[in-house]
């Protein structure tokens, strides 16, 4: 929460936008400016934004939370179980009802057919309260159904910060409670932290607010959004925040909520769920990831996968994976795609093949506990990130691998 001098109102029905360049605080105006000045009439451009920027309508110190209180989270079903991004959440959550005090308790609403049994691991892992909702028509994820049942919880509990993970479905969910509620989501969070808004006129200082961080410009950028509609909505980007460590045998309150469900939320029919095998799960539990790039696609991602195989066959938990040119070629389900637009993982380690080292694609593993990087490029910029490697061809690097795998190298 030190950023609060340098906030800069955009003409945003939603946040003022804070961004920054590595550990230097730059404000939006800063960063237009300087786009500016590649071309054109610098001076004209400057007054134009500056001007913008001095008319834009400043956020007045109000307290418009109406009483609201808490932080309630999302339980995300996955193949019967708590998803593990769901439960990754609770890390944040924590933090931010630290910050906030005042008795600020985490919720998590767990909504399905027969789920009630996995409130244990919720509150073995943070929550103070698990909401459940059960009913046999909700035993798969539907957007139409689930909203209407967040809404109602929403307006019923009054939290200050609904939180969601970005999967897939959290992603579609969290705009559409966004949408009912009448507040906004910021999406894709890394970082998330109760921060207080400073007015720039007024120069007041607002209440704690929840600051959404999250990269921008093709992850060069980290931008800070303040949300000032209540509940506060943000998505956290999979993987990024480590799973909270259990505490077993914490317990917490259950709750059960019945909601007003009409037919109208229920015009989809879900007639047959065909899971893929390269699953969400594996990649997020998987402690090593063997992930191939361009330089491997065709024959090579064969070795990619047969390393990863034969890590399998030793009783590791492996997995393999690909940067997008993969996926975009045609070699691999989207599933499998690591980085910006791909998934986010922090394996124990992570292999990187043939992959050049896009920032795009380092933003998906960065945060892997050891990287090795295997490519025929010494000034490969993969190698900037890695802990280890190896420089050479993958043809001849990766059989020899995989026997000492096979031999009982682990
Ligand atoms: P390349 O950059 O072509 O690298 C191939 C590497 O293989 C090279 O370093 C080469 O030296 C090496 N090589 C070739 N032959 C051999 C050999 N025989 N032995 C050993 N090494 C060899 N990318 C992602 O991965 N994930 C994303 O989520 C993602 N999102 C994006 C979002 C946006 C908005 C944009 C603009 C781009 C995104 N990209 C993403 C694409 C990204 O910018 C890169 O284009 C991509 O990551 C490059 O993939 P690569 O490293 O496999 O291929």
């Keep these: 929460p030190t950023i609060v001098a340098n906030v800069v109102n955009i003409v945003s029905e939603r946040a003022p936008i804070t961004m920054s360049s590595g550990h230097d605080e730059v404000t939006l105006v800063d960063n237009l400016i300087a786009n500016f ?45 708590i998803a593990r991004p769901s439960i990754e959440l609770l890390t944040p959550a924590r933090k931010l009802a630290d910050q906030l005090g005042n008795d600020t308790k985490i919720m998590t609403l767990l909504i399905g057919k027969n789920v009630k049994d996995q409130a244990q691991t919720l509150f073995e892992h943070g929550s103070d309260e698990v909401i459940v909702v059960e009913d046999d028509r909700l035993e ?177 938990k492996a997995e393999w994976a690909c940067s997008r040119v993969v996926v975009d070629e045609g070699y691999s389900e989207y599933a499998r795609q690591v980085g910006q637009t791909g998934k986010t993982v922090r394996p124990k380690v992570y292999v990187a093949i043939g992959i050049s080292g896009a920032i795009q694609h380092i933003a998906g593993m960065k945060e892997s506990e050891k990287i090795i990087a295997i490519d025929h490029n010494p000034k490969a910029s993969i190698f900037h990130f890695a802990d280890f490697g190896i420089v050479g061809e993958y043809q001849d690097i990766l059989p020899e691998l995989i026997d000492r795998v096979n031999g009982g190298f682990t």
């Design 140 to 316: 798969e994820y539907l957007v139409l159904p689930f909203s209407s049942i967040f809404a109602q919880v929403i307006k019923e509990r009054n939290p200050e910060i609904a939180l969601f993970a970005a999967t897939t479905s959290g992603r579609e969910l969290a705009p559409r409670i966004g949408v009912k509620t009448g507040s906004g989501v910021t999406a894709d969070c890394t970082g998330l932290e109760i921060g207080e808004y400073v007015n720039r006129k007024e120069k007041v200082i607002n209440k704690p607010i929840l600051f959404s961080r999250r990269p921008t410009y093709g992850e060069s950028k980290l931008a800070t959004i303040l949300g000032f509609v209540y509940p506060q909505i943000s998505t956290a980007r999979a993987g990024t925040f480590e799973v909270p460590a259990r505490m077993e045998g914490r317990t917490g309150v259950l709750s059960t909520y019945k909601p007003i469900l009409t037919d109208k939320e229920f015009t989809v029919e879900i007639l047959q769920t065909v899971r893929g095998g390269g699953g969400l799960q594996n990649l997020f539990d998987a402690d090593i990831i063997v992930s191939g790039g361009r330089g491997t696609t065709g024959d090579g991602l064969e070795l990619v996968k047969k390393l990863a195989d034969a890590l399998v066959q030793k009783g590791i």
């Design 37 to 81: 000045k590649k071309g054109g009439n610098v001076l004209e451009k400057k007054e134009k934004v500056e001007k913008k920027v001095s008319e834009a309508p400043d956020f007045p110190y109000y307290d418009n939370r109406n009483g609201a209180k808490g932080i309630i989270t999302w339980a995300e079903i996955a193949n019967g179980k």
